[in-house]
């Protein structure tokens, strides 16, 4: 039960880093590659008010302050790596987020008040499953609702076409750096949710390999898509494990599986599962009735 749990609330985490990296990526257009940096200055943030300043309230206060000094500093981290970065556009802006994502990573491998290279440790448990499903509803309904407004109309329309959106008066610039910002600081919250579960984080498990699985989780659900996005996120957290337990032989070459199924369904499907659907209840409910 407690390896199901353990698993579930991953899901709940990478749930968010999913939704959040595809308002940039998937809503807005811009293919960003450092979206493990921001989890990591969440993750760090977050840790560091838990274990050094943490107020005299209740756990749960402390887990909402937490989550907000996560997400606010990641937020500023996507303001100050957005104004520079988002003039730039398609591979440029990707090797310019991934290389802001290593700086995050080598800083914090320096700073011995964060454990540096040693990890950081004795994080107070303060996240549960509800907490981190919370945080997956509270996720997705800003975004969507960012999404339905004009707000996620001009963001759309950048994605579309960007020399179109900016003929029409829309300023394209405000509204990149806004998904940027929105998306970030989720992917911050994230990380505090994330520290505040496992108790210990550790530079490494922030590196560039994360934001490639990140990217490939919105790709396999669908660029666009908040409900692919929540499918590939599960299915890419689980589908490792799952392949693990398949016996010895399995595990040994689950990696080598893992890739060729991504291959296989990008063959077969490459504008990923849902395209860029959603999945809505309410529509469903309506049909079912009549």
């Not at 990296?21 to 293919?31: E, K, P, R, T, Y």
């Not at 609702?145 to 004009?150: D, I, Q």
């Not at 032989?249 to 860029?276: A, C, D, H, N």
């Amino acid at each position: 039960m407690d390896y199901l749990a353990h698993l579930t609330l991953n899901c709940g985490i990478f749930i968010i880093l999913a939704v959040s990296l595809n308002l940039i990526n998937g809503m807005a257009g811009q293919f960003s590659l450092g979206h493990a940096g921001f989890w990591a200055i969440g993750a760090y943030t977050g840790a560091a008010f838990s274990t050094f300043a943490p107020l005299p309230i209740p756990d749960w206060m402390n887990l909402l302050v937490g989550c907000g000094v996560g997400g606010i500093s990641a937020s500023i981290a996507g303001v100050l790596i957005g104004i520079p970065c988002l003039r730039l556009r398609g591979d440029y802006l990707a090797i310019a987020t991934l290389g802001f994502s290593e700086i995050i990573r080598l800083i914090i491998i320096n700073m011995d008040v964060v454990g540096g290279p040693r990890g950081f440790t004795n994080i107070p448990k303060w996240a549960n499953l509800g907490w981190v499903y919370l945080w997956v509803v509270i996720t997705i309904l800003v975004i969507s609702n960012l999404m339905k407004g004009t707000h996620g109309r001009a963001i759309i329309s950048i994605r579309e076409d960007e020399i179109a959106a900016e003929s029409l008066g829309i300023n394209t610039f405000k509204y990149k750096l806004l998904a940027f910002v929105v998306g970030s600081g989720f992917a911050g919250v994230a990380g505090a949710l994330f520290a505040y579960s496992q108790q210990f984080i550790h530079p490494n498990g922030f590196n560039f390999l994360w934001s490639v699985i990140i990217l490939l989780m919105i790709i396999l659900g669908g660029l666009g898509s908040i409900t692919g996005a929540v499918v590939g996120a599960i299915i890419l957290t689980l589908l490792p494990e799952v392949l693990r337990l398949m016996g010895p032989t399995i595990s040994e070459w689950r990696m080598v599986i893992y890739s060729l199924l991504l291959i296989l369904l990008m063959l077969w499907r490459p504008q990923g599962i849902f395209g860029k659907h959603e999945f809505k209840i309410f529509s469903l409910i309506k049909r079912l009735k009549t």
